[in-house]
């Protein structure tokens, strides 16, 4: 969007990702908020009248109080230290008036994009009813970039359309994982299901030095090689595993997996845990890599030169589980200081690295979930595509 010229009194459509978690009718975590401020304040700072647009939550297409932006509104004025106002739709005769009403350098968030169902389809008519507030439009929402819908892509074809600082440092911080990274390059990779990350797998193959694997899915590898996990969490299907170790030999790429684990009689039974060796899980569930694991984990992320963060290496909500996590992201992060190229990969691993304290010492938290994988899986991302035509 610096290439957009003066943007001195013209309307500025911007599409945020405002889609924050909400408590009692209150903002619950403001992450997606403090993201946005930077280039709200550019635009302010530079005297656009700036008309921001965001969905929140599965409305369904139909106005529901439970899903309204305006508390948004009052949170994001807060922030920016300048009123927010607000208007009840984000299309028709009120909206465009409001639009043309905002002050140079001031604000307006139109009410939540989803309450219309055209906008999932990505409906033509809406796009250009949306486009009829702004004299040009600026995507800043990556964390909806994979979602072909009106307010990310059908607007893009109707004014002139740029990205925003926070798209553009997210694309930025993610080409440098794909193209060209510096070795070693080493992908530490948690969550519950293998299933869920097979194309993050198969595309950083060609480009990781190697993996360090925790969570469920690190259940379902050691199962995969005939290894009894009790009654851990594992995907049924071990076929997507057993395909991963076989690609990952011919590629020359390690798949550092656990050799102790921190178990439990239940989920549940957090009493009950205790740190084991592999061979003594027995009937009971792994609810987080084991020390030796971690460390070992360690040693090969402090060596490393370009390191991604994607998913924890156990439940790591709970306090029996949360070391093998902390240790990890204590070793990225001093790969960071050492120079290292370190990003958190959005979604559950952005919210482990907040709880644990290690997120701001990471090169970039992405603040996408299904769009940061996509971008790793080497998809196009019709929100970005859209920007780029």
């Known amino acids: 969007m610096r290439d957009a010229g003066d943007v001195r009194g013209k309307r500025v459509l911007l599409r945020e990702d405002l889609n924050v978690p909400m408590k009692d009718g209150k903002v619950g975590d403001e992450t997606r908020i403090v993201a946005a401020l930077e280039t709200l304040r550019w635009l302010g700072q530079r005297g ?47 909206a465009v008036a409001a639009s043309h009403a905002v002050p140079d350098g001031g604000f307006v968030l139109f009410e939540n994009v ?23 439009y600026v995507n800043d929402a990556f964390g909806t970039a994979h979602r072909a819908h009106a307010s990310t892509v059908g607007v893009a074809s109707d004014l002139p359309a740029y990205a925003g600082l926070l798209m553009e440092a997210e694309l930025a911080a993610l080409t440098k994982l794909t193209v060209n990274p510096e070795k070693p390059f080493v992908c530490a990779i ?23 694997i925790g969570g469920g899915m690190a259940n379902t ?15 049924p299907d071990l076929g997507p595993a057993k395909s991963i170790i076989e690609h990952a030999k011919t590629q020359g790429v390690t798949l550092h997996l656990p050799t102790d684990a921190v178990v439990a009689d ?20 792994i609810l987080d890599i084991g020390p030796a694991t971690a460390e070992a984990y360690a040693t090969v992320l402090r060596a490393a030169k370009t390191i991604v963060f994607n998913g924890p290496m156990g439940v790591y909500e709970k306090a029996p589980y949360q070391n093998g996590t902390r240790t990890i992201g204590a070793a990225i992060a001093a790969a ?11 979604g559950d691993a952005a919210a482990a690295a907040a709880e644990l304290g290690f997120a701001d010492a990471m090169t970039h938290v992405s603040t996408g979930g299904g769009a940061t994988l996509e971008f790793l899986e080497g998809k196009t991302l019709p929100g970005v595509a859209a920007l780029e035509h």
């Open 48 to 94: 656009a009248k700036t008309i921001i647009l965001s969905h929140l939550g599965r409305p369904d297409g139909k106005a529901d109080p439970k899903y309204s932006l305006r508390p948004v509104a009052a949170r994001l004025g807060e922030r920016l230290g300048t009123p927010v106002a607000f208007v009840d739709d984000c299309v028709g005769p009120a």
């Open 114 to 136: 989803r309450f219309h169902a055209e906008e999932e389809t990505n409906d033509p008519a809406f796009a250009r009813e949306l486009a009829q507030s702004g004299d040009l």
């Open 190 to 212: 948690g969550g519950a299901k293998v299933a869920d990350k097979v194309g993050v797998f198969e595309n950083l193959l060609a480009r990781v030095s190697s993996f360090v």
């Open 221 to 235: 590898f050691l199962a995969a090689q005939g290894i009894d996990v009790g009654k851990s969490l594992r995907d």
């Open 266 to 285: 239940a989920f549940d039974a957090d009493s009950t845990a205790q740190t084991v060796a592999l061979k003594d899980v027995g009937a009971r569930m």
């Open 336 to 346: 960071t200081r050492g120079g290292a190229t370190s990003v958190v990969g959005g």
